[in-house]
């Protein structure tokens, strides 16, 4: 009979010990793939898959079910994870619970729909967010102006905006490239695509586009804007109804004072900037830092804020990282002055060298933006022209992994914010 019990308590522990869940570790020396680490969890949840992002722990580790299409999947694309048992989670997440731990764990519900808002015939690597999303194996679509305006974004939950000009003025390439092939063929392609949209001017064209992006965001969407598309689309609404496009950009002369005319009251981020009027300046207003700054590469790093995980959620997986030190990056919009940018807006990320802001987020409505200064995490200068970025040199880059932060955050099931 003893060793009959014996026997039987055997298999129970047996069973006690079977592999339950995978967790995919996000420290800074267990992950071989941050970035694909993300992908493999959008996978999962596209597969209907429980998944839970343990916010703080291990550098926002997620802690998906063991299955073997899951374990073969991070095989494959090379992601690092680990097999628990049903003991070792249960610890894990007592462990994140306990109210001396700056930790939470964010139930992920559903792989949110992605429109990446992208011109035809755009080179991928004109695009750090199409760039990185491509190499995670994140799906997405490609929308522009017409789906814009057809007001198909009623399709999506994430919209990302990234190198675009929402002003009307070719994003200010006028100085430097009004000769080149590329830029002649743009500025056509544009006309006629305003044309067909039944707008006189690409300026009026694309003031209703930010009109659609705006009332998207309000009625609950996520906007993930980089680059110049961030300041350009907030000086876009506060422009409606105002030109400030001068003749070279659309036939005909600046509205008189038109930098008296502007509507802050109106833009998501920013307040009392003051917009370039020069047209061969390659700059839309002081919002950008990039002509300010005096920053070498060497010493140009940005912190990330450190949020309370259970208080503020929100925050605190958009800051999600292996590091809070972010090697900076520029683009034609490179960071935010902070004077410039509403009280309500919550700051993530900033220089310490010079007090810029590199990383937002609000809300407006139903629905949250992110706003993040420059135009590609690994190329600390990018020009026209320049080789594209290869990720799988980058694999655990801490600048990309902000961008699949905000990605993988609709996907989080709702929670009222405590602060």
């Known amino acids: 009979?003893?060793?009959?019990?014996?026997?039987?308590?055997?298999?129970?522990?047996?069973?006690?010990?079977?592999?339950?869940?995978?967790?995919?570790?996000?420290?800074?020396?267990?992950?071989?793939?941050?970035?694909?680490?993300?992908?493999?969890?959008?996978?999962?949840?596209?597969?209907?898959?429980?998944?839970?992002?343990?916010?703080?722990?291990?550098?926002?580790?997620?802690?998906?079910?063991?299955?073997?299409?899951i374990r073969r999947e991070c095989q494959i694309r090379g992601v690092s994870f680990e097999i628990l048992s049903d003991s070792?989670?249960?610890?894990?997440?007592?462990?994140?619970?306990?109210?001396?731990?700056?930790?939470?764990?964010?139930?992920?519900?559903?792989?949110?729909?992605?429109?990446?808002?992208?011109?035809?015939?755009?080179?991928?690597?004109?695009?750090a967010v199409t760039m990185v999303l491509t190499y995670a194996e994140i799906p997405f679509t490609p929308i522009y102006d017409e789906e814009v305006l057809s007001d198909q974004l009623l399709l999506y939950d994430w919209l990302h905006l990234h190198h675009e000009d929402f002003t009307g003025q070719y994003g200010k390439f006028f100085g430097a490239y009004r000769n080149a092939p590329w830029y002649i063929e743009q500025k056509k392609e544009?006309?006629?695509?305003?044309?067909?949209?039944?707008?006189?001017?690409?300026?009026?064209?694309?003031?209703?586009v930010a009109k659609k992006i705006r009332n998207f965001v309000i009625g609950g969407g996520f906007m993930f804007a980089m680059c110049s598309a961030t300041d350009s689309f907030d000086i876009a609404l506060a422009a409606d109804g105002v030109d400030i496009c001068e003749t070279m950009f659309d036939g005909d002369a600046s509205d008189a004072n038109y930098q008296s005319k502007m509507n802050y009251g109106s833009t998501f981020a920013f307040k009392?900037?003051?917009l370039e009027r020069r047209p061969e300046q390659y700059e839309f207003s002081d919002i950008d830092m990039t002509l300010k700054?005096?920053?070498?590469?060497?010493?140009?790093?940005?912190?990330?804020?450190?949020?309370?995980?259970?208080?503020?959620?929100?925050?605190?997986?958009?800051?999600?990282?292996?590091?809070?030190?972010?090697?900076?990056?520029?683009?034609?919009?490179?960071?935010?002055d902070p004077a410039l940018i509403k009280s309500n807006v919550l700051v993530?990320?900033?220089?310490?060298?010079?007090?810029?802001?590199?990383?937002?987020?609000?809300?407006?409505?139903?629905?949250?933006?992110?706003?993040?200064?420059?135009?590609?995490?690994?190329?600390?200068?990018?020009?026209?022209?320049?080789?594209?970025?290869?990720?799988?040199?980058?694999?655990?880059?801490?600048?990309?992994?902000?961008?699949?932060?905000?990605?993988l955050f609709p996907a989080a099931r709702k929670k009222k914010q405590k602060t």
């Not at 139930?107 to 080179?123: C, D, F, H, M, S």
């Not at 995980?309 to 590091?323: E, F, G, V, Y």
């Open 348 to 407: 993530m990320g900033t220089c310490e060298l010079n007090g810029e802001v590199r990383y937002l987020h609000g809300e407006k409505g139903k629905g949250m933006y992110t706003f993040y200064g420059g135009h590609d995490p690994e190329d600390f200068q990018h020009q026209v022209g320049d080789a594209p970025t290869v990720l799988d040199l980058h694999p655990n880059s801490p600048g990309y992994r902000l961008i699949l932060n905000n990605v």
């Open 1 to 69: 009979m003893s060793q009959r019990i014996i026997y039987i308590l055997v298999i129970l522990l047996s069973f006690s010990a079977k592999a339950s869940f995978i967790l995919l570790p996000m420290d800074e020396t267990t992950q071989q793939n941050h970035l694909k680490a993300y992908g493999i969890t959008y996978w999962c949840l596209d597969k209907n898959y429980k998944a839970s992002w343990l916010l703080n722990y291990r550098g926002g580790s997620f802690l998906l079910p063991d299955a073997p299409e």
């Open 88 to 127: 070792e989670e249960t610890k894990i997440l007592d462990d994140i619970s306990s109210p001396s731990q700056n930790m939470e764990t964010v139930i992920l519900e559903k792989a949110p729909k992605i429109a990446v808002y992208t011109p035809k015939g755009k080179q991928p690597w004109d695009d």
């Open 190 to 208: 544009a006309e006629i695509l305003a044309a067909k949209l039944g707008y006189a001017k690409v300026s009026q064209e694309k003031g209703a």
């Open 272 to 274: 009392d900037f003051i």
């Open 293 to 336: 700054r005096r920053i070498p590469m060497e010493k140009d790093y940005f912190t990330l804020m450190e949020f309370s995980a259970k208080w503020d959620p929100i925050p605190s997986m958009l800051c999600q990282n292996h590091t809070q030190l972010v090697k900076g990056f520029m683009g034609q919009t490179t960071s935010f």
